[in-house]
Every structure is written in C-alpha cells, then in structure tokens.
C-alpha cells in the first residue's frame, strides 16, 4: 500500500517559515519525480514544486520561486519543502504527489500517481 504522509503544517505569521515533509512508504521512491500542490479554498489546485528524482532538477511556480525550496533525501523516503517569506496568500491545503512521470508531465497535467492526504499551511497578516 503506498502512503504519503505529510507533515509540518500550522499558523505562522507573514515573512515567516515552515518546512514541510512528506514520508513515502510502499513504492520506489528514488525512481520518482517528487512534488507539491497546494489548493485554497475556492480555488483550483496549483502546483507549487517539482523535484526530479535524482534531486538534481526542480522546477517552482512562479508566485513562490525565491521563497521556496524542494529537497529530497532518497535514503529517507522523504522530500521537503522549506517555505521562507511567507504571504498570506500562501495559506492553502498542501499536498505531495509522486509520478513515474517526468516533472514536465506533473506540471503541464497537474496530475500525479499519489496525493498524500494534505497538511494546512495558515499565513496569518
């Protein structure tokens, strides 16, 4: 059975930081492109960040390039997103997906194989 798990979500003020972490369980996590979708309420589901799955290529919207960085330990099962100067208009539900597919392909799709089940990020001004 595959799980995501993710973890580090809370409140935090505006130009603060979270880091979150998403543990995968029940697939080969090294042959998998890593990411990260957020969505807020009454909004559409956007992406926010991909990694390849060697670590060396990420990709990021632009509303948070800059701000946030995606990482990946492969010995741990686990990718990381650090979120630095945060806005309130990054408080969203966000989600870490795992795809066989390119990080092209989970970009221009905004589709993946697993979605964990969400952690809340509040940006509170």
């Known amino acids: 059975q595959v799980q995501l798990v993710e973890s580090g979500g809370g409140l935090v003020q505006t130009g603060g930081s979270l880091r979150l972490s998403c543990v995968v369980s029940g697939l080969p996590f090294s042959s998998y492109t890593m990411g990260w979708f957020r969505q807020a309420p009454g909004k559409e589901r956007e992406f926010v960040s991909t990694?390849?799955?060697?670590?060396?290529?990420?990709s990021y919207a632009d509303s948070v390039k800059g701000r946030f960085t995606i990482s990946r330990d492969n010995a741990k099962n686990t990718v990381f997103l650090q979120m630095n100067s945060l806005k309130p208009e990054d408080t969203a539900v966000y989600y870490c997906v795992a795809s066989k597919s390119p990080a092209l392909v989970v970009v221009t799709t905004r589709r993946a194989d697993y979605w964990g089940q969400g952690t809340q990020v509040t940006v509170s001004s």
């Open positions: 990694i390849s799955w060697s670590g060396v290529t990420t």
